[in-house]
């Protein structure tokens, strides 16, 4: 089957660092590309990176910028989001999703996992 699995997210205060996990299953992760999303109460899901696994390039939303990093060994399952010197604003709900390249379909969304981040 194919499946997403987040993790890695909890409290931290505000400056302090998490890493994510978004763990894959069931396909080939070179036609995908991998997006990380996050929703916070009351607000819309915004996206907030993405990496393009064939070749690693990645893309990042202006707040995150500097701060949150995406990365992927090489033949790995899984996709990482390093995020650094963590913002009240980042607090939100993180999910992760993998669409495919050519024929612009998802992988079924995971649960997400919760970023609080205190002043």
């Known amino acids: 089957q194919l499946q997403i699995v987040e993790s890695g997210g909890g409290l931290v205060q505000s400056g302090g660092s998490l890493r994510l996990s978004c763990a894959t299953s069931g396909f080939t992760l070179e036609y995908y590309t991998i997006h990380w999303f996050r929703q916070a109460p009351g607000k819309e899901r915004e996206g907030v990176s993405c990496?393009?696994?064939?070749?690693?390039?990645?893309k990042y939303t202006e707040s995150v910028k500097g701060r949150f990093t995406m990365a992927r060994i090489n033949g790995r399952n899984t996709v990482y989001l390093q995020m650094n010197s963590l913002k009240p604003e980042d607090t939100a709900v993180y999910y992760c999703?993998?669409?495919?390249?050519?024929?612009?379909?998802?992988?079924?969304w995971g649960q997400g996992t919760q970023v609080t981040v205190s002043s």
């Open positions: 999703n993998a669409r495919h390249r050519v024929f612009n379909q998802d992988v079924d």
């Open positions: 990496m393009r696994i064939s070749d690693g390039r990645t």
